[in-house]
């Protein structure tokens, strides 16, 4: 008569089990995005840069607590630390084209602080471009232009011209370089022109800090 041979749980599983995985499990969302023209997602109204080749193309976001991975057609083109700071972004550098990398040192923070260091009505201009794009970014690049013309006009000429724009309602880089280049920033201007900078679409210094 033959014995019955009895195996353990250790002889039968043991040699079966793999390592366990080097990071413990982490639950994650996906989710579909649109590119949108300045290369960023929208992830719970934060802001995520991917490469600006992909513009108006659609990928994948995997969300957790910690990190959002972008992803797009099964490759992972970028992981980006979480953040809960709403309407504002996270840019990687290198997903930027050369023609905005040379503003990638600035900072709203800056720009405001230079633009107070001109006078008021410059700095309330700024604060209005920046406010008026879609993703205060787009918007970097004329006001930097403006705090630029410091190099060629006092600071009383430029911010007067701030406050001439402001009166006729332009916010560009453009229109500030031709008033003062056309010197109409020393025209008085009827204060009914002037429209008032204290709404609900201004941000105010509290902003930023």
């Not at 490469?51 to 490759?75: D, N, Y």
């Not at 996270?90 to 503003?103: E, F, G, L, Q, V």
């Amino acid at each position: 008569m033959s014995k019955v041979r009895l195996f353990t749980g250790d002889q039968l599983d043991r040699p079966a089990l793999k390592p366990l995985p080097p990071t413990p499990y982490e639950y994650a969302d996906w989710k579909r995005c649109r590119v949108n023209l300045d290369y960023h997602v929208e992830i719970d109204k934060h802001f995520y840069s991917v490469p600006f080749r992909l513009i108006r193309e659609t990928v994948e976001a995997r969300i957790t607590a910690k990190t959002v991975e972008i992803f797009h057609r099964g490759k992972l083109l970028a992981t980006h630390q979480r953040s809960f700071r709403q309407h504002r972004p996270t840019t990687i550098a290198d997903h930027m084209p050369s023609s905005h990398r040379r503003y990638r040192d600035w900072t709203h923070e800056r720009i405001l602080r230079e633009a107070t260091a001109v006078g008021d009505d410059t700095a309330a201009l700024v604060e209005i471009i920046l406010r008026s794009r879609p993703h205060p970014e787009q918007g970097f690049r004329s006001c930097i232009g403006i705090l630029g013309l410091a190099k060629r006009y006092d600071p009383e000429r430029l911010d007067a011209a701030c406050a001439r724009a402001l009166a006729l309602g332009t916010r560009s880089y453009g229109s500030v370089a031709a008033i003062l280049k056309n010197a109409q920033e020393r025209k008085t201007t009827d204060k009914t022109e002037q429209p008032s900078l204290f709404h609900e679409n201004i941000r105010g210094p509290g902003y930023y800090h």
